[in-house]
């Protein structure tokens, strides 16, 4: 299916929204099947990682591998830090950037994203209770994506503690994924706030990975 060149100009029209609501679904158990295999990659050969930008080094060193684990014959490539302009403010204003997002070649202005946040302890959340809150849940993020990720990057403390620990701070249910029973990956369910005039998914999940650093640090200096 091709967009239009008078869509690819201005705003979306009905033909780019069918195009995302057909690549989105039922996207995430093939896509996040990436994150785990690039994790097991990096665990089982841990590289150098710079511990005075721990969340950005860590992501940085995520992408290769994501991209190994694929067979690049995908409909979409990774990319780190990619713009998402579709709900930038006015200039001089920056685009907000993901810290991941799969794109879909056939139409790069939709992407399935993933933030990234270090967690210190099972405990530390603030940060990652406010991305999805602020960011995915009032559309900022994720504009044409009915699903997201959050990776928490877990210093110290159990994986299982920290999933109990989200359902507590969202105040919503974490539900087993079946592609990944043996994983600490759970999906929230939730309601977004959709800015008026805009056609955006209501609905949106929410899957949390917790990948798990024990032994990485962050400099204080």
Not at 84 to 93: F, I, V
Not at 114 to 119: P, Q, S
Not at 126 to 145: H, M, N, Q, T, V
Not at 197 to 203: P, V
Request: hydrophobic share 40%.
């Amino acid at each position: 299916m091709k967009v239009g060149a008078a869509s690819q100009a201005g705003a979306p029209d009905a033909i780019f929204f069918a195009l995302a609501a057909n690549w989105m679904r039922d996207q995430a158990d093939l896509l996040l099947g990436f994150v785990w295999s690039a994790y097991d990659c990096m665990r089982a050969s841990m590289p150098a990682v710079d511990s005075r930008d721990l969340e950005r080094s860590i992501t940085q060193l995520l992408e290769p591998r994501i991209d190994q684990a694929m067979s690049g014959d995908e409909p979409f490539y990774i990319q780190h830090s990619p713009f998402e302009r579709e709900t930038m403010a006015p200039p001089p204003a920056q685009p907000p950037a993901y810290d991941l997002a799969f794109v879909l070649r056939a139409e790069e202005r939709i992407m399935w994203p993933l933030e990234a946040k270090v967690l210190e302890t099972p405990g530390t959340l603030a940060a990652y209770e406010r991305d999805i809150r602020e960011e995915f849940l009032k559309c900022r993020y994720a504009p044409f994506s009915g699903a997201g990720a959050m990776l928490g990057y877990l210093l110290t403390g159990s994986a299982t503690e920290t999933l109990a620990a989200i359902a507590v701070k969202l105040n919503c249910i974490l539900e087993p994924v079946a592609a990944f029973g043996d994983r600490p990956h759970r999906v929230s369910s939730h309601h977004r706030i959709v800015p008026s005039g805009k056609d955006y998914l209501e609905d949106f999940r929410c899957h949390h990975l917790i990948l798990e650093y024990p032994g990485l640090t962050r400099s204080r200096n």
